[in-house]
């Protein structure tokens, strides 16, 4: 047994120390000296225009240094492609302080620098703005009839296939139909660390940019392309974030205003936002969909249709997959997906954790739900019947799909075949118990990533890439693959990242990270181990002379013969001999497009709940969830349980409490703060347990991962919706379920 | 919140400049620290803006989320809705002055065990409040302990992990007298 098999091990956190003790520092926290605050003005309004900002008032206050707005804000990139970042939908990106017009309510229309927060704090409470207001729509409902189809999205946006069989005739002649409606609201990421940006006057231009966000690169592209910098001269740095869910993917306002005000200012800017402002750009949008499903006497599904009508801003048009999954989960013939967005006065949405997928889950399995118990089938038994062996939308098979095993293990461990069919037919006390069950599919996918090692001669390996740890655990699993790849010991490995200086990484979005950055990471160890090979076989005597890279192992600090391990060398002495003071290189990971092409990728799961539901008060209690996840290999156990875990939490929230409230008068976000703005604490949190099923995939890419950031949210709203049913016999189909919808 | 004022409210030119600053003393970690801050700043705002001690965070500024706990002559408080002029006289604990990465407290270390955290910025909260749990020494069960360390968010939703992190150091403080 070796000790540097790191891969598939529970391994904690390598950032836990920094992060248990303060030490861990965020975008907002670095101090750099002579450094100026800025503080955000948010529109009270939510269309209009301003019709003039009175900033000779405050700037007479001694100590405010100046008020950035439409009125003196100096001319910048004029088109529309300069603010478009790596992960824009289509449309004209919004620009903060460019003109007189109020797009959105909490749109961001000043801003006051001051020598001290509590000054810039101060002015800008009593900065006066004068406004012409003009009449908003923020209502989907007004617009139901006004959908129209996307002309082009954001990458990674699939138009719905086009229909296959004959949807409408099935569906009508089918043994049992259901149709319904099902709604959730919008929902807004809310990372605990509010957004925020340090950026550090170099002189001469030259600027450090600590951001918080979820990519670097894309931020480093955005302020090069709007403010005319050099990438030498803009360099973005993000080490830590606290929480990002898909709100850090394009680049905040705070730093294009921090940055501004910074290059006008000729010194070092802090702009932080308030938790009421964390409300004020992208969210999960308020969608209305329409599931119709047909079985045969068979209890397979005779038809699907799904259509999804959501929010978009004015200027961009925001696209998700939402209805995309309804086509492949199950296996069907006769199948219709529609899409459609709706133009509010709102900013634009923006992915948050399985976006798309999280909302088209919860009408589909809820629907499924519906249907299975139209057709007196258990709802397990259903799906299986219904199982896809291949991708229908794609007419691709699966590069690997362990679904079957997660219904069956997940059912087993879960004891599911404890729960009598007949809703109210269990009960604890005075409250209805409900089991209940759901499953979802995302995406597996690999981007192009790159990395860079360096070995040194004391036998320390230092990887670094310009990539993120949201709280995935990149930092461990890279560490991980890097120490087992070349035999290392943990301790001797040091992971780098977030830094625009490190070789170039996508942002950390659609559970990609593990596959893209960690094959770069494999990749480049891998290129370190041939040199070091190289090397060995230069040494007096080397057992290791003609011998391939196939032929030798990387483990326990040595270089060794796979078929002989006595005839090693120690990793440490072939530095040393060769007397190279270091070894270093970098190189990209692509995905293996002409293996990929011919399957379809993707990961899979499904959610086991009981419910208990207090029959008086109409309180639910999510008891017990058990998530059965098959993605792939898991590089960390513990690291990748904890994103299932956080998963089902954002289940429960999506389930129960989460919904941004808007009051169509003011079209204005009514809770946009954390009281108000309900997410479970933890006396919410009961037993919750993830089950991981083994899967094997060498198509995906060369670690086999399939990533394991969303998955474990999908099916956890619909399983716990379902269960709701099951203990009460009442079908909700408006997220979130409160209370009055029991009574 | 609504920040500006509406030109029917609107005042005739100039607005009032604050008070000045002053000079605020602190005893943070068993250091004396002697700020000249404004008299509204919050302690919150002085530990992480004055004196850089920016391990206790700030999610929500208005009480709501714990990410700011620290401890006050050993109780936990949100240090967000305190002002650092009223505790001149105190002794106040942060995330800092529990442990350092050589040596860690017992809770730091239980909370890397049991993978309490993800981002980890709710973290230092979470610990300071269990701190003040157990100083509190009304946490026994873990119903108690998910009761009484509910004024701490986690959008990460690692609860589970800190629920197991506090219980074991709940746990091994119980049983010590017995040995």
Known sequence: MSTTNYIGKPTSRVDGPAKVTGAATYAAEFHVPNMAYGWVVSSPIAKGRITKVHADEVLAIPGVLEVFSHENVPGLAWFDRNYKDDVAPGGSPFRPLHEDKIKFNQQPIALVVAETLELARYASSVLRIDYEEEAHETDIEAKRDEGFEPGRGKSGWMPPPPPRGNPDKAWEEAEHHIEHEYVHGAQHHNPMEMYGATVEWRGDKKLTVYDKTQGVVNVQNYLTKIFGLSKDDCRVINQYMGGGFGSGLRPQYSVFLAVLASLELKRSVRVTLTRQQMFSFGHRPHTLQYVKLGTNPDGTLAAIQHHALHETSQFEEYTENVVNWSGMLYQCENVKLGYQLAKLDVFTPQDMRAPGAATGSFALEVAMDEMAAAAGIDPIDFRIRNYAEEDQNAGKPFSSKRLRDCYHQGAAKFGWEKRNPQPRSMRKGNRLVGYGMAGGVWDATQKKAAAKATLTADGKLQVSSATADIGTGTYTIMTQIAAETLGLPLEAVTFKLGDTDMPEAPVQGGSWTAASVGSAVKSVCEAIGEKLLKLAQKMEGSPLKGASPDEVEFVNGQIRLSNNPNEAVVIRDVLQASGETRLETDTSATPNLLKQATHSMHSHNAVFVEVEVDEEFGTVHVTRVLNAVAAGRILNPKTARSQVLGSIVWGISMALMEETIMDHQFGRYMNHNYSEYHIPVQADINDIEVLFVEEEDDVVNPLGVKGVGEIGLLGVAAAITNAVYHATGKRVRDLPIYLDKLL | ?179
């Open chain 2, 1 to 179: 919140m609504i920040q500006q004022s509406s030109t029917s409210a609107a005042q005739a030119g100039g607005v009032a400049a604050p008070p000045p600053t002053g000079t605020v003393r602190l005893t943070i970690n068993g250091q004396q620290h002697t700020l000249q801050i404004a008299p509204w700043t919050t302690l919150l705002d002085a530990l992480r803006e004055y004196v850089h001690l920016t391990g206790t965070k700030k999610g929500c500024d208005h009480g709501q989320c714990g990410a700011c706990t620290v401890l006050v002559n050993g109780k936990r408080i949100n240090s967000c809705l305190s002002l650092a002029v009223m505790h001149e006289d105190h002794d106040i604990t942060t995330i800092e002055g529990l442990g350092s990465q050589e040596n860690l407290h017992p809770l730091q270390q239980a909370f890397i065990d049991h993978d309490a955290f993800q981002c980890g910025y709710c973290t230092p909260g979470q610990i300071c409040s269990a701190q003040g749990l157990i100083n509190e020494g009304r946490a026994h069960t873990e119903e108690e302990i998910k009761e009484h360390m509910s004024g701490n968010l986690c959008r990460c939703g690692a609860y589970a992990g800190i629920l197991n992190a506090v219980k074991e150091v709940v746990d091994a403080k119980s049983s010590e007298p017995r040995r």
